[in-house]
């Protein structure tokens, strides 16, 4: 009898939820509550907007939306560590330009490289080791190095309200999905863990893998060629690979997520669409169209003509960290 | 209350299904006794050998193990219908070597011409199109042509054995995928209906995609770049793409499957792997060591060696087909 009490109180908590607050780090704006409205809407039985469990699909950019991104991406921090061991290895490397202003904190030179940048960064750095062995690294990397300014471990620097929207579109039957230009296996070494994310609702970056029998042991390693970058109009291409359906909630921050926003918000059905914006200097950092990291300049535009949410950091989150409090 | 005594249903249902038998179409042999064994073990939460629902990935080759591949591969023969069409349309086409072979129904040049047949009849057949107008092409073709042997539509050509498994381990907590070198968007025009796999299950080959906006709609289109066939050492790099856990269940029918089974058994758990071997020349085909389509040799080699069970369809199976009864 305890099982099915269980089983009810499990079956019944989404509405719970609702009642109690899912979202405590949002203050009572008019964003909370379209986000809430519209769960309510699309899993409600009796909505003419209801969708099915199979087709909740929810799609979440990483950095900016989700992750601190600034002073730099996370994954250009991680791999600007590895290109220093690898250079104490070998210092010939060192003539390679963007390992060089990888090593001097040159961030300018890394953040201006782009698509370069992160593919140099990206294979050259962990070419012939295992997915097994790379994630376990960045693993160990995402819980010991810490960000400057918060001075806490990189993977504590994700967004408290993003976080709690997440958890709430799980509870209520949504497949929550990272769609990120960063690499998609530095994605899975912890996003089941901070975000209940599992690794194959990760679409992102990619170097070519290959697998070998190695002394007699199959393994599957990764090799410097780095597949096209997950970003701009390629996001809504890694969502059909990867899911195979048409999202209908979409969450980024910048430029490079218009085309997966104009993808979701073209599903025949009702559809959520947001866009952080970084209003918060304070808390956290004030930027849109004159940065390079985390550019947002035609997603504003777009914004109010396709009826997507501009989400303002600074006015619309009681909290932006789990560590602010 | 009749809430909680269905939902007490479908939880208990997975011990149901072992006692009402969960494979009809399976005589009572030794496949039958060690794939019934296997599941009760890695779902018992007693057993050393219990692997949590989050793991239990298994995976599932097409062609040869789920569904008849010959005389032709399926989707030759619908790529050879779409020729024909096009063809019609544009006569010039007939220089093409493939496609001639493919209007003729020469099968010899068609099956020897392998992965490049595979390219120019995937590739060039559809370009332009959008993923969604080529699934509802490939779902009304496998709802309505025929096979030349059985003449029943295509997608009832599947192996009722299988399609059990299938179930069976769905309903025990398992993500069954599709991993095949048929393509990707062709599977999962059909699986859901018919196997409950759903389209971010389905690891096949694929044509690039490109997003773009015609005329002011979003719209994700084929073109005629084929990616790297998922065959052979490439199915376990699709599985670490799409999935990102190592399988502990693989059923496999040609030396094609090797590396994906080689994959799966060096999993450090305990692990279950199979090759279906097509032995009934009166209920379906006989073939392994000398067929072009499904060739099956090193397969055969390793099977003993590694502890991989080998599927007798003419002896293991009751049943070969849902229309056969």
Same mark, same amino acid.
């Given at each position: 009898?305890?099982r099915i009490?269980?089983?009810? /109180?499990?079956?019944? *908590? ?7 607050d899912?979202?405590p780090?949002?203050?009572?704006c008019?964003?909370?509550?379209k ?6 809407t699309v899993?409600?039985k009796k909505s003419? @907007?209801?969708?099915?469990? #199979?087709q909740?699909?929810?799609? /979440?950019?990483?950095?900016?939306t989700?992750?601190c991104?600034k002073?730099?991406y996370?994954?250009?921090v991680f791999a600007?560590d590895r290109?220093?061991?690898?250079v104490d290895?070998n210092?010939?490397?060192?003539k390679?330009?963007i390992f060089?202003?990888?090593?001097e904190g040159d961030r300018?030179?890394?953040?201006k #490289?782009?698509?370069k940048g992160i ?11 295992t997915?097994e062995?790379?994630?376990?690294i960045v693993?160990?990397w995402?819980? #010991?190095a810490k @960000?400057p300014r918060y001075k806490?471990?990189y993977?504590?620097c ?6 709690e929207?997440i958890? /709430?579109l799980q509870?209520n039957?949504?497949k929550t999905y990272?769609?990120?230009g960063?690499g998609?296996?530095?994605m ?5 863990q901070?975000?209940?994310?599992p690794?194959?609702q990760?679409?992102? *970056?990619s170097c ?8 007699g042991?199959?393994q ?5 060629i780095i597949?096209e970058?997950n ?5 809504p291409?890694?969502?059909?690979t ?5 999202p209908?909630?979409?969450?980024g921050?910048?430029?490079?997520d218009v085309?997966?926003?104009?993808w979701?918000s *073209?599903n025949k059905g009702?559809?959520l669409?947001?866009?952080? @914006?970084h ?7 004030s930027?849109d169209?004159?940065s390079h990291?985390?550019h ?9 003509k396709n ?8 006015n619309?989150?009681k909290?932006i960290? #789990?560590?602010?409090?």
């Open positions: 009898m305890l009490f269980i089983v009810f /109180f499990l079956i019944a *908590s989404p509405v719970c939820a609702l009642t109690i899912p979202l780090s949002w203050k009572e008019e964003t909370k509550k986000i809430l409205d519209f769960v309510r899993t409600d003419k @907007h209801y969708v099915r469990p #199979s909740r699909v929810a799609v /979440f950019d990483c950095d900016g989700i992750l991104e002073p730099l996370t994954q250009f600007r290109v220093k061991l690898l290895k210092p010939e490397l060192k390679n330009k060089q202003a990888a090593i300018k030179t890394l953040a #490289s782009g698509s593919q140099v960064l990206l294979g050259d750095t962990h070419a012939g080791l997915t062995q790379y994630e376990k693993a160990d995402m819980n #010991s @960000h806490k471990a993977k504590k994700v967004y408290q309200p993003m976080k929207i958890a /709430f509870v039957g949504f990272i769609v990120t960063s998609r296996d530095f899975r070494a912890w996003c089941k901070e975000l209940g994310i690794p194959n990760i679409v992102g *970056s070519k893998l290959k697998f070998e029998i190695k002394d042991t199959p599957v390693c990764r090799t410097k597949d970058l970003d701009g109009p390629v996001k291409v890694g969502i059909q990867m899911i195979g359906l048409k209908i909630v979409a969450f921050n910048s430029d490079g085309a997966m926003l104009q979701t *073209s009702k559809t669409c947001a866009i952080v @914006h209003t918060d200097d304070v808390r956290e950092y930027y169209k004159v990291v985390g947002l300049e035609k997603g504003l535009e777009l914004a109010d009826g997507w949410q501009l989400i303002d950091m600074k619309d989150w909290t960290f #789990s560590f602010d409090q």
